[in-house]
């Protein structure tokens, strides 16, 4: 299940959370590392945004690279 907006906006501290998403980015289930690249891309920041690029450049499963796309974007289009 997907986290809401009212669910996400309330994550002030990331750092933890952060680290734990890259780690499913390494998963070998492609539902898990697609739903850690969404959740990224909701958190933002300059650290989810290096880790996505990194994963993007070895990641091999195209639905799991277009969420990596959308996150990235995601984080590009956010309000500064």
Avoid: C, F, N
């Avoid at 907006?5 to 390494?26: C, F, K, M, S, W």
């Amino acid at each position: 299940a997907e986290l809401s907006d009212e669910q996400t906006e309330g994550l002030t501290d990331h750092t933890e959370t952060i680290g734990v998403l890259a780690g499913y980015l390494g998963h070998p289930d492609e539902v898990l590392r697609s739903h850690a690249a969404w959740a990224l891309g909701r958190i933002g920041g300059r650290a989810g945004a290096a880790i996505l690029e990194y994963q993007r450049d070895k990641e091999r499963s195209a639905s799991v690279l277009g969420e990596i796309e959308e996150a990235l974007a995601a984080i590009r289009d956010a309000p500064r």
